[in-house]
């Protein structure tokens, strides 16, 4: 199984925190507090994460992670059906086990005509209008593509929060999500549990997918996820950077279940960042109805930028309690 984004309980006690200034009111909570299984996570003393694309400047580090359990995505659905143009092999999208050896250097940045685009805000202002940010973790994988075109045909946005892992694998679905018009948040390079981890470590595990998304795409993430969201209250205002939590969790690397992740994600309120999963082929199949049940809310399908704003704070979870 596929370790979700639910929070751990370290997690939930920063989001708990950090949602007692929320200016909203808002009650609106993660779900599952208890702790998916961690399969593939980082274990205590695990090195830094291993510096395989250009901009590393520590090539003679370990590149596997040890501990990464190749885990079948399971996804059997008949209906998912990859759509990615960059020749990906299906299979085993986990985050931590698609590791490979170093190869050739990745091409330098190649700056897309609509780089940028995604990470603007303004588009739609979100504080006269309702709008839900719809987000994917542990991408990209087989089932991104399918999931930007049912984005783009329905004239939505979403942001996807790529592992660098993945990115390396299929690094075309990052440039194609840009060129989409979505937004690319960063969620780690390899996945691992960063409350294990040093701030140097935190640090780097970060940096090196901003370097990856910032050559690939010409646009730098403005947001990070914590992976599980477990990252200590010290370690988010060490990091200086505004985090993406969630409000609404659907739990769909948990049901691998289309109807309930629509159902789960069709719930969402006015501000609310709405955490999926686009390495599944059943949340890709949920997609398509969950943009129609929104929209036919009245629902605006935005950007995290352009829901939280051109100038997000940085040490804030954004997510839970905080809206714009
Ligand atoms: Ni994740």
Known sequence: MLAGCTPSDAGT?????QGSSAPSGSTSQPSSPGQPGATGQAIPGQPAPAPSIPSSTAPGETTSPTDATPTPDGDSSGAATPGQGDGTPSGNPSPSGTEEPPTTPQKPATQSPSAGKAQRAGKVNCAKTKCVALTFDDGPGPYTQRVLNDLTSANARATFFVVGTQVKA?????????AAGMEVGNHSWDHPNLERLSMAQVRREFSLVDEQIESLTGVRPTFVRPPEGALAKAQKQALGRPLAYWAVDTLDWKTRNTRTTIEAASKAKPGDIVLMHDIHGQ????????????????YHLVTMSELIGAHPKNGIGYGWGKRP
Request: proline share 7%.
């Open 283 to 298: 949340t890709a199949a949920a997609v398509p109805q969950i943009i129609k049940n929104l929209q036919a809310k009245g």
């Open 13 to 17: 006690r920063a989001l708990t925190a």
């Open 170 to 178: 299929h690094p075309q679905l990052v440039k194609n999500s840009v």
